[in-house]
């Protein structure tokens, strides 16, 4: 197995921790100190040994790498940093429920079909699909009264 690989025998992905901190800082640019106030602030947040150490993904490093730009090319406070990815991960989840969404409605028309059905209650108060407009066939002939009164 090679160094790249992780424990599993696969090369790890952009959300495998594998970066300690000393290296993650290096690869950020930025000191180790600032990594541990970031985290702190909840602004990135590493994945934990059992031991307590921080182990960062390629994924962390990115975010760290986008911190310290909104900081220091955009001027923008920690406090509108955490702002800015609190909004970006919500926008996220929208998108990813819009997207399940999405599936399941393109799910009931491929089961209905392309027409539009209507369902109604059939005379033997059974469910059936009639057209927009159209009445259930009747179906047994009954000599029950049905008595409505609306709201009075």
């Known amino acids: 197995m090679s160094a790249a690989q992780g424990s599993g025998g696969f090369p790890p992905d952009d959300e495998t921790p594998v970066f300690v901190i000393s290296v993650a ?12 106030q970031y985290d702190r602030l909840g ?5 934990r040994t059992r031991g307590g150490g921080r182990r960062y993904s390629a994924r962390d490093v990115t975010m ?3 911190v310290q730009r909104l900081s220091q090319d955009e001027g923008v406070s920690l406090a509108g940093i955490q702002r800015i990815l609190d909004l970006e991960n919500q926008v996220k989840a929208l998108r ?3 997207g399940e969404l999405r599936a399941q409605v393109d799910a009931l028309q491929s ?13 033997a108060g059974e469910v059936v699909a009639v057209r ?3 009445r259930p066939a009747p ?3 009954s000599s029950a009264l ?7």
């Open 64 to 66: 760290l790498r986008e």
């Open 43 to 47: 602004l990135v947040s590493p994945s």
């Open 96 to 98: 990813g429920r819009v």
């Open 132 to 134: 927009a407009g159209q």
């Open 25 to 36: 800082a290096q690869l950020a640019g930025m000191h180790a100190q600032t990594l541990r």
């Open 111 to 123: 089961v209905l079909g392309s027409g539009s059905r209507v369902f109604a209650a059939g005379r």
């Open 146 to 152: 049905v008595i409505w009164r609306g709201r009075r």
């Open 139 to 141: 179906s047994v002939t």
